[in-house]
C-alpha cells in the first residue's frame, strides 16, 4: 500500500518537473530555441492551433529561428500570432519564410527573466510538497484504518521526504541551469 502511495507522489512530482521545464522553455534567452514558439497559437481554418503543427521551426543561426508554413496562404496569419503573442519578438517576411531575430536582452531584462523563472521553479517546490503532503496524509489514513503500524507509517513518510527532497533538488539545479543561461552575454 505505501509503495503505492510513494508511486502516485513520484508521478506527481515528475509531472511538476515537468511542467517547471516546460515554462523554463518559454523564458527566451538570447539564444534562438524552437521552443520559444511552443506557446504561439495560430488561427487555422477557423481553430486555434499551435504554430508546430502548421509550420516546420527551424534555427537557422544562434540568434534567428525560420518558420517555414506548410501553406502559403498561413504566412500572414503566422506572423500576425507571434507579434500578438507575448514574447516581444518582430517577425520578418521574405516570400514563403518568416524570420524571427531574436532581440538582445538587457541587464533589466535579464534580470526579469531571473525572477521569473524563480517565481516558476517556486511553484514547482510549492507542487511537489503538495504531492508530498497528500501522500503523508494518505499513509496517516491507513494508520487511522488501522491498516498499517506506526513504524510503517514513519518508514514511509521518511521515504515520500527522501523523494521530496531528490525532486526539490532537481528544481534547484534546473534554475541554476536557467540562471546561467540567462545571464550569459
Excluded: C
Amino acid at each position: 500500500m505505501i509503495n503505492d502511495i510513494k508511486a502516485e507522489a513520484e508521478k506527481k512530482m515528475t509531472k511538476s518537473l515537468d511542467a517547471l521545464h516546460a515554462a523554463f522553455n518559454k523564458i527566451r534567452t538570447g539564444r534562438a530555441h524552437p521552443s520559444i514558439l511552443d506557446g504561439v497559437m495560430v488561427n487555422y481554418y477557423g481553430q486555434e492551433t499551435p504554430l508546430k503543427q502548421v509550420a516546420s521551426i527551424n534555427v537557422e543561426d544562434n540568434r534567428t529561428l525560420a518558420v517555414s508554413p506548410w501553406e502559403k496562404n498561413l504566412v500572414p496569419t503566422i506572423e500576425k500570432a507571434i507579434m500578438s503573442s507575448d514574447l516581444g519578438l518582430n517577425p520578418a517576411t521574405s516570400g514563403d519564410l518568416i524570420r524571427i531575430p531574436m532581440p538582445m536582452l538587457t541587464e533589466e531584462t535579464r534580470k526579469d527573466m531571473v525572477k521569473q523563472a524563480k517565481a516558476d521553479a517556486e511553484h514547482g517546490r510549492v507542487s511537489i510538497r503538495n504531492a508530498r503532503r497528500d501522500a503523508n496524509s494518505m499513509i496517516k489514513e491507513l494508520l487511522k484504518e488501522k491498516e498499517i503500524t506506526e513504524d510503517d507509517e514513519r518508514k514511509g513518510e521518511d521515504e515520500i521526504q527522501k523523494l521530496t527532497d531528490r525532486y526539490i533538488a532537481e528544481v534547484e539545479k534546473a534554475l541554476k541551469t536557467k540562471e546561467e543561461d540567462l545571464m550569459a552575454v
